[in-house]
């Protein structure tokens, strides 16, 4: 069975940084792409950030880019995403998730394998 496995969220001050990783088995990393997705109560899911599994081209969604940096570890078989400048509005649970074909990133319908999701909560 495949997995995901999310972890490195918390509770922490707005200005702070917080570093998620996701973990995968080998046969994920078969996948086209990995990427990250946040869910806060009452609101849509919101697309983070992506990474092309070979090569390396990434993809942000708008309220994150610049303070947000998705990176990958072949040989972990791991992503990774590292928040900076945190703010409030970034209070959500973090779900990473894997792709298997090409196409829009930014859907969450692109994608077939999800993790759990780790959750992140920033004071004010």
């Known amino acids: 069975q495949v997995q995901l496995v999310a972890s490195g969220g918390g509770l922490v001050q707005a200005g702070d940084s917080l570093r998620l990783s996701c973990a995968a088995s080998?046969?994920?990393?078969?996948?086209?792409?990995l990427g990250w997705f946040r869910k806060a109560p009452e609101k849509e899911a919101e697309f983070v950030a992506a990474?092309?599994?070979?090569?390396?081209?990434?993809t942000y969604g708008d309220s994150v880019q610049g303070r947000f940096t998705i990176s990958k570890d072949n040989f972990e078989n791991a992503v990774y995403l590292q928040m900076n400048n945190l703010k409030p509005e970034d209070t959500a649970r973090y779900h990473c998730?894997?792709?298997?074909?090409?196409?829009?990133?930014?859907?969450?319908?692109?994608?077939?394998?999800w993790g759990q999701g780790t959750q992140v909560t920033v004071s004010s």
């Open positions: 080998a046969r994920t990393f078969s996948s086209v792409a």
């Open positions: 990474i092309a599994w070979s090569g390396g081209r990434t």
């Open positions: 998730a894997a792709t298997y074909r090409e196409g829009d990133w930014s859907d969450s319908s692109s994608y077939q394998t």
